[in-house]
Every structure is written in C-alpha cells, then in structure tokens.
C-alpha cells in the first residue's frame, strides 16, 4: 500500500505561518520567557491575530474552520522552535481548554469565551489534577453543589498549566456519584470571590509554561 500525503497547498501555507512565527517570535524569546517562568499575552494576542489559535474551529466563533491535520502541523513546528514551555502553554490555550467548549458549549458560552480565546485576548486553563490523586478523573474531590443558579465550588487543583496567567478555568469538578460519570466541566473565571491561585511552581524544565496550584473556597 503506498502512502497517501495528506497535506494540501494549504496545509503548507499554514505551516509556513507557524514556522515564521516560530523564528520571529519563539525563539529570539524563549530564554528570556523560561526565566520569566511564562510566555507573554501578547504573544497570545499575535497568533490569535494570524488566526493560529483557531484554526479548526468554526467560522462562526473567529476561527477557520480547518481540519485535525492543522492541530498537528502547529505541534510539529512549535516543537521545532525547542522551548516546549511555550508550546505547551499555546497548546493549552488553542486546544486543551477551548475543545470541549467548541464541541459541547452552549452558544452563550461559545460567545463569552471561545471567541475571545480564539482571539487570544483571554487565557485558560484546564484545571483536571488534583494533590491527592493526580489525573485520575474518576477520582476527583473537587466538588460543585448547585445553589439556585450557581454552584458553590470547593477544593483544589495542582501542576495546572497557565494557571497563574489564566482569566478563566475549565475545572473539572464532581457534580454527581463516585466515577467518571458523576464530573461535570464548568468554566470558572479567575476573579470569582473564593478563587486563588495558592503558589506558582517551579518545575525542573519547561519554565515559561506556566504551572500552578489553584484553590477554590
């Protein structure tokens, strides 16, 4: 069986973006960013300007509406750039917590977040691990009890990557019974009363993505 390129004119155009960006912006910054411990809004607000950050969402919300194959040349080139931190953390903001908004989002949601997220004007983060018990979904702590309209949020996540940079956080929290089955996603943003970040850690490599320790009271 012979094997079948699945890259088009297109895909080579983006590729090239993400490549000059990558030269341009990565890495004549990327010592400085690792020493900083994090990669600067700006940067963020550029790839979302050359339409980077969105490239396989939908139209509709500032993206453009791509296939995977995009999501895959973005990991290859800003791999290449050498400072995984940095990619990391624009790999947070373009995929980790902004997909399951796209996919499973109501459109108020889609509206208030994505498509500033897109635009890379406002950060989030994936807030899954827990101190007591690492990734392990099934077993989260965190808790959300619904009260009238809201939910009254208690517990605690860790090694959170742009945690201490974030405006909101895509918090995996248990709405529900023991397991998988009873965690609910819900997007807190960072200036809700009773959220902090507890401390920003210090990792032995890949500095500049930012990773902390978050609490919610």
């Known amino acids: 069986m012979g094997y079948m390129n699945p890259f088009t004119s297109e895909h080579e155009m983006f ?12 890495k004549p910054n990327g010592d400085h960013w690792e020493e900083v411990g994090e990669v600067p809004r700006e940067i963020f607000q550029k790839l979302g300007e050359l339409g980077i950050l969105g490239a396989r969402y939908d139209e509709k919300y500032g993206g453009s509406g791509r296939d995977f194959w995009y999501t895959l040349i973005l990991c290859e080139e800003l791999a290449k750039s050498n400072y995984i931190g940095a990619a990391v953390s624009i790999l947070m903001q373009c ?37 007591s018990i690492g990734s392990d ?14 939910f009254v949020i208690n517990g605690a996540k860790t ?21 998988t089955g009873g965690v609910s996603l819900i997007i807190i943003p960072t ?6 970040v ?5 990792k032995m490599g890949v500095h500049s993505s930012a990773t902390a320790e978050l609490s919610f009271e």
Request: aromatic share 6%; glycine share 12%; charged share 30%.
């Open 159 to 179: 090694f959170i990557t742009n945690g201490s940079i974030a405006d909101y956080v895509l918090l995996a929290a248990r709405t529900g019974g023991k397991g």
């Open 198 to 202: 507890s401390r920003k850690l210090r």
């Open 191 to 196: 200036s809700t009363p009773g959220f902090s």
């Open 15 to 26: 590729r090239k973006t993400v490549k000059d960006f990558v030269e341009r912006e990565i």
């Open 95 to 131: 995929e980790m917590c902004t997909a399951a908004i796209h996919e499973e989002g109501s459109e108020e949601l889609k509206e208030q977040y994505l498509g500033p997220a897109i635009k890379g004007e406002l950060l989030g983060c994936l807030g899954v691990t827990e101190p």
């Open 137 to 150: 979904v099934g077993s989260i702590r965190t808790s959300a009890r619904r009260e009238g309209d809201s």
